[in-house]
């Protein structure tokens, strides 16, 4: 079975500084990746996705996510944050082979401050 | 372009009575359709989801049923709701043979009272 793991909950951080949301999975195939983030009251929009080749990858917004297999992991990060990027990111993982379903993290919840 | 419509946005509904809520699609054809519900600080659960019009699979036994009455148009209903139905419903899609990435609605959310 194919599961992921948001580590952090919550993470609080000051306006212009740096953030990171770390994100691992687990699977026994390839998997295609995917970071959404959802404002409140609101739908979930697509950040970016790493489907193949490069294994950085730049979305909107200024986020970029590095894809490292031996560690399973898909981390989000961007270099500089502003107050309107505080909402609930997800990261999601589809295996190659399921056919249909996006598997969900639990979500963590980004704090800007200024 | 392709858009996702949900509605109601909110809904107050007693325990005990019926639910329908309704998602369309605009702008693709023949689009997977996916039924999600969203409790606070339990991430996304996938409902159902459906491949064509009257092709529903369940994922999660429940008190809900979903419907496909037309290419681009996916109900999720319930005769008697409970009130552990409340919550954030999301509608999204995706595209046939694609890599599987969706695409949300902008969510209704139910409080069962």
């Known amino acids: 079975a194919q599961s992921v793991t948001q580590l952090d909950s919550q993470v609080p951080v000051f306006e212009e500084a740096p953030v990171e949301l770390r994100c691992n999975y687990s699977?026994?195939?390839?998997?295609?990746l995917f970071w959404y983030v959802q404002y409140p009251n609101q739908g979930l929009q697509l950040l970016l996705k790493?489907?193949?080749?490069?294994?950085l990858v730049k979305g909107i917004n200024g986020f970029e996510a590095e894809f490292n297999k031996s560690q399973t992991s898909f981390h989000l990060r961007k270099p500089s944050v502003h107050i309107s990027d505080t909402a609930e990111y997800f990261c999601a993982v589809n295996p190659s082979n399921s056919g249909y379903a996006l598997n969900f993290g639990k979500g963590t919840s980004l704090l800007v401050t200024p | 372009s392709q858009t996702i419509h949900q509605w109601p946005a909110t809904l107050v509904q007693p325990v005990g009575s019926p639910l329908s809520l309704e998602c369309t699609v605009e702008g693709t054809s023949n689009p997977n359709l996916y039924w999600y519900r969203q409790a606070a600080g339990r991430g996304l659960q996938l409902l159902f989801y459906s491949v064509g019009i009257g092709q529903i699979s369940s994922e999660v036994p429940q008190n809900l049923s979903a419907s496909r009455p037309q290419d681009r148009q996916f109900i999720l209903s319930s005769k008697k709701l409970l009130l552990s139905d409340s919550g954030f419903y999301l509608c999204a899609w995706s595209v046939v043979g694609g890599f599987y990435e969706q695409y949300f609605g902008p969510g209704t959310r139910l409080t069962v009272t």
């Open positions: 790493y489907l193949s080749g490069s294994t």
């Open positions: 699977s026994s195939v390839s998997v295609y």
